[in-house]
């Protein structure tokens, strides 16, 4: 078996439908490295890969994003974070507008205005979605895909996670994908775009304790 060794600055595991939108997002900062690592074709895979003819997370006319955070909170019977379901909430509608953007049939009426199916829904021919967002991603510069590889397990070094090694199933290829190391000058709200109503909305901030497997298959705390 071959072994190959890769750098990325951001590793993205999984080339679903949030990862693709998470490299379309990070592959227009500047200086940024992004490897998107999928186990199948990028364009097929995910749970949206067959296509929906809905988007099941917008905030309709007359209503506020708190309405989807008690619609979220009900559905779950009362087990969610509210805080961070708000800070969602707020960035729904801005998602879509950037999937309008990249050429999302949405549905819209003669005022221009999307057509509401439902209370939380709009209508939309996404037999598409995917491939568009797929597309998207692979189309910034400092983008890369790695298709039909499967990560295994994560590098950790010194407690650190440093990367993750994967096996390329068509290839016989072995890999180890280190991470760079990146300081970015900003905070979690600069990087994902995003602002949470208080500190302890940002969830590194409830990161008190952290664990990895050890050798035993046990979950050790990281000191």
Not at 73 to 97: C, F
Not at 131 to 138: I, N, T
Request: with cysteine; proline share 1%.
């Amino acid at each position: 078996m071959k072994t190959k060794k890769l750098e990325t600055d951001v590793l993205i595991i999984g080339g679903g439908t949030a990862g693709c939108f998470a490299a379309y997002t990070l592959g227009k900062e500047a200086g940024v490295s992004v490897l998107i690592a999928e186990k199948a074709n990028i364009k097929r895979s995910g749970c949206l890969a067959a296509g929906v003819n809905a988007l099941n997370a917008y905030i309709t006319e007359g209503h506020v994003p708190q309405d989807y955070v008690d619609y979220a909170k009900k559905d779950a019977h009362g087990i969610v974070r509210e805080d961070l379901l708000l800070s969602m909430s707020e960035r729904l509608n801005h998602v879509t507008k950037v999937l309008d953007d990249l050429g999302l049939v949405i549905l819209k009426d003669e005022n221009g205005k999307y057509v509401a199916r439902g209370n939380r829904n709009i209508k939309i021919n996404g037999e598409n979605i995917k491939s568009l967002l797929a597309e998207a991603a692979m189309a910034q510069e400092n983008v890369t895909v790695l298709e039909r590889v499967n990560i295994t397990d994560y590098i950790i070094e010194e407690n650190e996670v440093k990367g993750a090694w994967g096996f390329n199933i068509e290839e016989n290829v072995f890999g180890d994908i280190y991470l760079n190391n990146v300081y970015y000058n900003g905070t979690i709200e600069d990087w994902c775009n995003i602002k949470f109503s208080n500190s302890a909305s940002n969830p590194i901030s409830k990161a008190t304790n952290s664990y990895i497997l050890d050798e035993n298959n046990e979950y050790k705390e990281i000191a």
